[in-house]
Structure formats: C-alpha cells, structure tokens
C-alpha cells in the first residue's frame, strides 16, 4: 500500500539514503519517491490518500467514496451490504474507485457464494482476487465464514518450568481482544500482572510458588477458548430500530463498561448482542472507594458508548446507561458543581455525553458489567448469557422502568447529603499554613 503512494518532489530530499551495491564502487546517494515504511508519518499519509481520494472522486462513486471514508482500516477494508446485488456494485464502484488512485484490491472474501461466484467470473479477476478460505483473518480475529462466526483460538508456547515477568507479559499480549468480547477472561491476566508489579519481582526472576500456582491455573484455563464462537451478524439492517445500552460496574479489583445494541425489526422482534467492552484496574499506588471507582467505570462507560454510537450512527436520544450503584445516580443528578474535583470533572464528562434521564439503575444480579469487573473462566464465559445478550429484560417488547430507577426521594437525599459529607470533606495543603508561613493546622490567618 506505502509503494502505491508518491512523496511530494520538494519532501523527498527527507529520504535519501546511501548505498552502494559493491563495496568496491563508490558510495551514492539516492532519494526514495514513495512512502516508506518506518517512517512516523506513513500510516497517517497512506489513510489519508485514500481519505483524499474518496473527495476528489466523491461524485462519481459515491457508494465507494463513503465506505473508503468509513470502513477502512490501513489497507484492510470491511464493509457490507443486505443484497447480493448491492455487493456486486459495492465490487465495481470500489475497484474503479482504487484503480483511479493506483490502489489494486485483492482478496476479496464473503460468507455469500453467489458473490463470490459472480466476482470469480469477471475477466480481470484472477486467483490472488477472491478467497475461498474457510478462517481468514480479519484485523487479527478469526473468522469463519462458513458459519459466519468469529472463532476464538489462544496459541501459547509449551509451559517452561521457568516462569518470569517478561514472560507472563509476553503471554498476555497474546491475548488480542480489540473488542473486548473476552474482557471477563482478559481482565483476570491484567490483575495478575498487578500482582506481578506488588509482589517486586525483576523481569527474569523466578514466580513464587503461589504466583506461579495461579498463573499456570489460568494458562491451563484459556485452553477452553477452542470452544468460543461469536456470531458475527447481529440481526442489524437499515429499516431496523436500534439502540445502544451501557452497563457499568466496578470491583475492588477493576472497573468495566459493557455496551450493548438492541435491535427491534419489523416484525416487533427483539434481537440484543454485546458490542464492545473495556476494563481497567483499579490504581494500587493510592487507593480509590468503591463509590469512586463505579463512577471511574460509568465514565468509561460513557466514553464507550460514545465512540460506539458513532461508528453505527446512533442519535443520542437512543443511548441509555446503568449502573447497580445508586451513589453514582445521586452525583449525576446533582451536576457537576457541587461535587469535590474528583467526582465533578467525571460527572460532566459523563452529562456531556448523555443526560441524567437517560441513566438507569439495574441490580447487581442483572449487570453484565459484573462479569467484567470480577472476571469469568473461559469455560464460564463461552455459556454466560448475562455476558452475551445482556439482562432478561433487555430482551423484552417494553423495557420496565418502574422499578430500575431511584424512586425513593429520602433515600436520595441521604445519599446525597453522606456523598457532599464525604466529598467535601477533604484536606487542602494550604489549609495547613497561614499567608505568613506559621503554621495553624486548619485556620488560614489574613494580615
């Protein structure tokens, strides 16, 4: 892709290089013409060409113009479509639109035969252009498109009888989750490796027995990914209501966010899959409470929804949040300017983003940001519909609101009023001293 794009003339003087193809020949100096990789600004400078692209040709292929702007990521495109015919011309109108820029697109891969069928029998198609490979890899996922599922597989190196830091790093990253779809899994291997940075250990020490116990129980564990299957059609199409809804919850451990599309098709129908998930453990050099961390999480949850709605388009009156923590719900009704900095800088980022009237409270039992919090086994996770489909009665015609919301006024007010105790009721540094130097502990004298 970086050799189809040319340098401007007057930036190439910014590659040159030496070389000389003997060492008995004289040295001499050459400047590279197209985008080299390695370079800083190659990613940047490659999207953007195809981003210029799309506008200069914009009139003429506007069904590719959108997708190129859209559905592009590097030089990996996914896009789709609800016909086959609309595939055909998706084809067209994007091989016409990349040979326009010099760009050639190749393996072309569907989970619909007749498409494939139609694209092999063109003339300028050839065996690099259509693959018929049951697994590809799309952005480093598995996906089959026989069934249509993206498919779960963890290869890790045979177990060594020693076991370090570096390498328990080293398997972790292994774990390439971009979605989230396995975050009650990941989220256990990242507070493991909190423990690793507690316990003081050197990169290439040895694990104390019960480190290393826990490890190899979880390594032992993943290997129940084999069994783990996402369907990736999640009964999405245009003439369809929809609606995004994030959960989020926290542990003493780590804090979650979980969002979830809810889909109601013509026929009334209620369709939910899990979208996207994030976790992130809670600080160990200055411990934060509970009630902090949940609203840390309805913050991240905040802030995924967000990016959520608008790849897939979502107005913002179809966003909805929840938590299982009535405490976040009273600092979100109070606003951000009564709060101490900590709560009031996380309240409006999450009013920013979406209104107090549309935040919800479900019970811990029904939170599937729970699992994420806390952590599920892989053999656990493949079978946790909580984890999946969200709460029972997201699933419903109607969703009941009667009894998810704070209703109780005097139980309200008491939490706000223990919240404005808690949080005003805070230490500041120059309380300490007087505008003279001398120290009062708590009164500020004024000369």
């Not at 495109?77 to 190749?106: P, W």
């Not at 693959?131 to 290869?155: A, T």
């Not at 826990?214 to 290997?223: A, D, F, T």
């Amino acid at each position: 892709m970086y050799r189809m794009v040319k340098v401007a003339d007057s930036d190439t003087d910014f590659q040159r290089i030496v070389w000389r193809f003997d060492p008995s020949t004289p040295i001499q100096c050459y400047k590279l013409l197209r985008l080299t990789f390695g370079t800083a600004c190659a990613p940047y400078l490659a999207v953007k060409v195809l981003h210029r692209l799309a506008e200069l040709e914009e009139k003429k292929y506007p069904l590719a113009a959108k997708i190129t702007k859209q559905c592009y990521y590097m030089d990996d495109l996914l896009a789709g479509c609800d016909t086959v015919d609309e595939a055909i011309k998706i084809y067209e109108e994007m091989n016409e639109l990349m040979r326009s820029g010099g760009f050639e697109l190749q393996k072309w891969s569907s989970n619909n035969y007749e498409f494939l069928e139609q694209i092999g029998k063109t003339e300028s198609s050839d065996s690099s252009t259509v693959k018929l490979n049951d697994i590809i890899k799309v952005l480093g996922l598995r996906w089959n498109r026989k069934n249509d599922n993206f498919e779960y597989v963890v290869n890790l190196p045979e177990s060594k009888n020693i076991v370090t830091k570096r390498q328990v790093l080293s398997e972790v990253a292994r774990l390439y989750d971009p979605l989230g779809w396995i975050a009650p899994v990941v989220v256990k291997a990242k507070i493991f490796i909190q423990k690793l940075w507690k316990s003081g250990l050197g990169w290439d020490e040895n694990l104390m027995d019960e480190l290393l116990s826990e490890w190899l129980k979880y390594r032992q564990e993943l290997i129940d990914f084999e069994n783990l299957k996402i369907p990736r059609w999640i009964n999405f199409t245009q003439e369809c209501k929809r609606e995004l809804h994030v959960f989020s919850d926290s542990s003493k451990s780590a804090f979650a966010a979980a969002v979830y599309i809810r889909v109601i098709d013509s026929s009334n129908r209620v369709h939910v899959h899990l979208l996207s998930a994030k976790t992130r453990v809670a600080p160990i050099i200055k411990e934060i409470s509970i009630p902090r961390l949940e609203l840390s999480g309805a913050t991240l949850a905040a802030k995924l929804i967000c990016e959520v709605s608008q790849v897939l388009e979502v107005p913002r009156e179809h966003m909805y949040g929840w938590t299982d923590s009535t405490i976040v719900l009273a600092w979100l009704k109070g606003g951000s300017s009564r709060w101490a900095t900590f709560v009031s800088n996380r309240v409006s980022t999450i009013l920013n983003i979406m209104d107090y009237h549309q935040w919800g409270h479900v019970s811990s039992e029904t939170n599937p940001a729970d699992c994420a919090s806390r952590g599920l086994k892989p053999r656990e996770l493949s079978e946790h519909s909580l984890w999946w489909r969200g709460p029972h009665w997201l699933s419903e015609p109607t969703i009941p609101t009667e009894s998810k919301l704070i209703e109780d006024t005097h139980e309200e007010l008491r939490i706000q009023s223990l919240s404005v105790v808690a949080e005003v009721n805070e230490e500041f540094i120059w309380e300490d001293y007087s505008f003279n130097g001398s120290a009062t502990r708590g009164k500020v004298e004024t000369q």
